[in-house]
């Protein structure tokens, strides 16, 4: 019996035989484009209904963006078309075109969970405390919700929250974890008190290099004496200005699945830092060694390696500031346009710890590029805003391609970034699929 076997799969498996037996595409060894016989041209064309006016510049193994992305949508918990990945944990991701508000509205923030969450009951800002203790803490301290928001100054910053793993389904070999595309990722504004305003009330030793969190979150065991997730930053990190324990998102309160009633917000480095539920810090004089701190969690090999290769735990590094990384958030891909008219695309780029430089968009695989126009944040760790208009120079099937180059010159890659077991930091060039006729 023949194997039925989906695109997907099939290109995961080895991409360059994919791209020769599906369109009889051939690759070039120094090049990496994949140069389509006549008769692989004509299959392609017919099968994106549209000829291909750029053919000759698209990369090898690569699917075309109209087959790339689905809209197999979901809505729960009051989220409004997130695709869910995962339902123990839930995990659930937002597609791009959902993510064109400037500021990230709570139905379509992203969900990462790694543990159950606490029941709604449960959670009740009048009886919520929270404790600042550790090896480096002056003064072990309880706080009640009440006397955080009554004691401290309050700030209101947007910042931006990207899973690492986002972009993971496109890394090959496959990595385990869930298959993230585009839409881990969010820029909510949030409303708290400093993180470092609460660690100097309770005083810091000489020798605290770590900060940490714990949540109320349940492990998927059920062991009560299992944490789902603990991690944490250096210390330097902890009392930046952005770092903030937040309560409110967009002026209302912070959602259940959120974090609610209190989390932390470490903009800039991937959101696992970020922890929910919050209600233990720990000032640390080592780095923390919680769940999700060691092995292989939210790590990445220090050296590069040959993509498949098993890392020693030992050669992996922790994940810190994310990498620069944009979206187009409209149109929508698979749109239909007419020839005569601008195309009108906008979307938005981080860069982790940095601000973004420049953003430039292309519609030719990547042999040339357009600089976009591009807004300055809101406030450090704000994505920034970026919009072009588009000419086509003949009807036909085109990919709209964006890449975003922060303020020290690095850039995305326009395919994938160094392979790492685990499929994190992949900021490839985001792409959409445009269908131009007359």
């Known amino acids: 019996m023949k194997k039925i076997m989906g695109l997907h799969t099939f290109y995961a498996k080895n991409s360059v035989l ?71 944990p839930v995990n659930a991701e937002t597609p791009p075109h959902l993510l064109d508000e400037r500021v990230t509205s709570a139905s379509r923030l992203f969900i990462r969970n790694n543990g159950i969450q606490p029941d709604q009951e449960t959670v009740n800002p ?50 385990k974890g869930n298959q993230w595309s585009t839409g881990a990722i969010g820029c909510p ?41 603990s991690r944490g930053v250096p210390l330097w990190k902890a009392m930046e200005n952005e770092s903030l324990l937040v309560w409110e998102m967009n002026g209302e309160a912070l959602p259940l699945i959120h974090g609610a009633p209190l989390r932390m917000i470490c903009s800039g480095w991937p959101a696992s830092v970020s922890g929910k539920w919050l209600s233990r810090i720990l000032i640390r004089n080592k780095v923390h060694d919680g769940a999700k701190m060691k092995g292989q969690s939210y790590r990445v090999p ?78 450090r760790f704000a994505w920034q805003h970026w919009k072009q208009d588009i000419i086509f120079p003949e009807t036909g099937y085109y990919e709209v391609w964006v890449r975003a180059e922060d303020e020290y010159g690095n850039s995305q890659p326009m395919i994938l970034p160094q392979w790492n077991p685990r499929g994190y930091l992949n900021n490839a060039c985001h792409r959409i699929a445009i269908n131009v006729r007359a």
Not at 159 to 171: I, K, W
Not at 205 to 218: H, Q
Request: charged share 25%.
């Open 18 to 88: 994919a791209d020769e037996l599906t369109w009889g595409r051939k690759t070039d060894p120094v090049s990496r484009r994949g140069f389509l016989r006549n008769t692989g041209l004509i299959s392609m064309s017919v099968a994106l209904g549209a000829s291909i006016p750029f053919a000759k510049n698209m990369p090898a193994g690569l699917i075309p963006a109209a087959f790339a992305q689905t809209d197999q949508l979901f809505e729960l918990f009051g989220k409004d078309g997130l695709t869910l990945l995962n339902d123990r």
């Open 126 to 175: 009048d009886n919520w405390e929270l404790t600042i203790t550790g090896e480096s803490c002056i003064e072990t301290k309880t706080i009640s919700f009440n006397e955080l928001k009554e004691n401290f100054k309050h700030y209101t910053l947007q910042l931006q929250l990207e899973c690492g793993g986002n972009g993971r389904s496109e890394f090959f070999p496959p990595a």
């Open 189 to 229: 504004e949030w409303t708290g008190v400093r993180l470092s305003d609460v660690l100097r009330y309770v005083g810091i030793k000489e020798d605290a290099i770590y900060v940490a969190y714990e949540g109320k979150d349940r492990h998927l065991s059920g062991d009560p004496e299992k944490k789902p997730i």
């Open 302 to 379: 220090c050296k590069p390696v040959i993509p498949g290769t098993k890392v020693a735990d030992k050669d992996m590094c922790i994940i810190e500031s994310m990498p620069v990384k944009s979206i187009i958030t409209y149109p929508k891909s698979g749109l239909t346009h007419l020839l005569k008219e601008k195309l009108k695309i906008r979307g938005h780029a981080w860069a982790g710890d940095f601000s973004v430089k420049n953003v430039y968009a292309s519609i030719d695989f990547g042999a040339s590029w357009q600089l976009t126009k591009l807004e300055k944040p809101v406030n």
